[in-house]
């Protein structure tokens, strides 16, 4: 599965992105994907996950109820809407995949990775 994040961008305090996680892959509404962001000097660390069918998603405590996580199985893409933004918010955002698994808080839980977007919050 091939993944292109895309959307990021530099955005002031408590304004909004949209970021996408976009694939060619015919099977992608089997597929669950997640979100991940990392900071210079920080660990990778999970922020949102939807399910295949985009009824269940799941969010880290830091971005719940700013972040919102959907998807269109028929564009294939996967999206990451960012509002209230924060300066601790700034870092690489990227998408992941899998098929199978219920774990979704962890990147070792992942097969596939599209290569990051950056997003750059200004005090």
């Known amino acids: 599965v091939q993944l292109q994040a895309s959307g990021g961008g530099l955005v002031q305090a408590g304004g909004s992105l949209r970021l996408s996680c976009a694939s060619s892959?015919?099977?992608?509404?089997?597929?669950?994907v997640g979100w991940f962001r990392q900071a210079p000097g920080k660990e990778r660390e999970f922020v949102a996950h939807?399910?295949?069918?985009?009824?269940?998603?799941y969010y880290a405590a830091s971005v719940k109820g700013r972040f919102t996580v959907s998807r269109d199985n028929a564009k294939t893409t996967v999206y990451l809407q960012m509002n209230s933004l924060k300066p601790e918010d700034t870092a690489v955002y990227y998408c992941?995949?899998?098929?199978?698994?219920?774990?979704?808080?962890?990147?070792?839980?992942?097969?596939?990775w599209g290569q990051g977007t950056q997003v750059t919050v200004s005090s």
């Open positions: 992941a995949a899998r098929y199978l698994g219920t774990i979704w808080g962890t990147a070792d839980a992942y097969d596939y």
């Open positions: 892959e015919r099977t992608f509404s089997n597929v669950a």
């Open positions: 939807i399910r295949w069918s985009g009824s269940t998603t």
